[in-house]
């Protein structure tokens, strides 16, 4: 099992040049939880994710992990508890995917040294977890738009961090893949207690896998809490500008939203055969 760190942001104000994105934002991460990031375009969700990785530097508050500020921290020490998975990344040309899934065991091991038994055991599992095991040896430059997408949540398990941070996790995949993803990050929670963070735009499949889901808003957590009570029509409407209805999913009795479309009356009125 894993330990069960501390992640929160506390009045992290974010932005690109002369643009803030995010402003005053406060968050505490559940441990060992599944928590979706939702909200529409440009609301911030990837900025506060990436800020959360060490990847941007905040313009004003903190992140901070087991009560230290992140950006304070050693990149190694923190490689250690917290991993991510952005949302394009760009593997080096000719790389097979064995070496690149590899990477990920960088943290664990000290400079110029050889890989162990634990290297290879984890790269193996990881491979196989992910379900591209008979893809080892290939290119990396060769590979569909999906199978990328799933040597780099393969790497992203290969580090074995505590905290694992993922930006649109199914981008590239289809229907049954997204569904395969999502259950291995599942079990991965299960098993091993992860704490996983992904931010995720269908918000269906948010409702049905993450134990927790916080909603944005043009650079703000609009609210946050358990799927039932996050997704509701008027959140969505606030969040997202869509008419809808919210019903429980058949299968998993999770929040299913149903977009209310410009022609559904039109349309139920060509069908209604009374």
């Given at each position: 099992m894993t330990?069960?760190?501390?992640?929160?942001?506390?009045?992290?104000?974010?932005?690109?040049?002369?643009?803030?994105?995010?402003?005053?934002l406060d968050l505490v991460v559940p441990p060992a939880r599944i928590t979706?990031?939702?909200?529409?375009?440009?609301?911030?969700?990837?900025?506060?994710l990436r800020a959360m990785a060490r990847l941007l530097s905040p313009r004003a508050g903190t992140v901070v992990l087991d009560g230290k500020a992140v950006h304070s921290r050693p990149s190694r020490e923190v490689?250690?508890?917290?991993?991510?998975?952005?949302?394009?990344?760009?593997?080096?040309?000719?790389?097979?995917v064995a070496d690149l899934v590899g990477r990920g065991r960088h943290p664990h091991q000290r400079p110029l040294?050889?890989?162990n038994a634990r290297d290879y055991e984890v790269v193996a599992?990881?491979?196989?977890?992910?379900?591209?095991?008979d893809l080892a040896d290939r290119s990396v430059d060769e590979l569909s738009g999906g199978q990328r997408q799933r040597v780099?949540?393969?790497?992203?398990?290969?580090?074995?961090?505590?905290i694992l941070l993922l930006d649109e996790p199914t981008t590239f995949l289809d229907v049954a893949h997204q569904i395969e993803v999502l259950d291995l990050l599942?079990?991965?929670?299960?098993?091993?207690?992860?704490?996983?963070?992904?931010?995720?735009?269908?918000?269906?499949?948010?409702?049905?896998?993450?134990?927790?889901?916080?909603?944005?808003?043009?650079?703000?957590?609009?609210?946050?809490?358990?799927?039932?009570?996050?997704?509701?029509?008027?959140?969505?409407?606030?969040?997202?500008?869509?008419d809808c209805l919210v019903v429980p999913d058949p299968v998993s009795g999770t929040p299913l939203v149903l977009p209310r479309g410009r022609h559904h009356s039109a349309a139920a009125s060509r069908t209604d055969p009374r």
């Amino acid at each position: 099992m894993t330990v069960a760190h501390h992640l929160a942001a506390e009045g992290l104000t974010l932005g690109y040049g002369d643009r803030v994105i995010v402003r005053g934002l406060d968050l505490v991460v559940p441990p060992a939880r599944i928590t979706a990031i939702v909200g529409a375009n440009g609301c911030g969700k990837s900025t506060l994710l990436r800020a959360m990785a060490r990847l941007l530097s905040p313009r004003a508050g903190t992140v901070v992990l087991d009560g230290k500020a992140v950006h304070s921290r050693p990149s190694r020490e923190v490689a250690r508890i917290l991993g991510l998975l952005p949302q394009s990344p760009l593997a080096p040309e000719g790389i097979v995917v064995a070496d690149l899934v590899g990477r990920g065991r960088h943290p664990h091991q000290r400079p110029l040294a050889r890989w162990n038994a634990r290297d290879y055991e984890v790269v193996a599992q990881s491979l196989e977890a992910t379900g591209i095991a008979d893809l080892a040896d290939r290119s990396v430059d060769e590979l569909s738009g999906g199978q990328r997408q799933r040597v780099w949540i393969a790497m992203a398990l290969a580090q074995e961090t505590d905290i694992l941070l993922l930006d649109e996790p199914t981008t590239f995949l289809d229907v049954a893949h997204q569904i395969e993803v999502l259950d291995l990050l599942t079990d991965l929670n299960r098993d091993r207690g992860t704490t996983t963070v992904m931010v995720l735009h269908d918000i269906n499949l948010a409702a049905r896998y993450a134990d927790h889901v916080f909603a944005m808003r043009e650079g703000e957590v609009i609210a946050g809490g358990a799927p039932s009570d996050v997704i509701t029509p008027e959140l969505i409407r606030h969040a997202f500008g869509l008419d809808c209805l919210v019903v429980p999913d058949p299968v998993s009795g999770t929040p299913l939203v149903l977009p209310r479309g410009r022609h559904h009356s039109a349309a139920a009125s060509r069908t209604d055969p009374r």
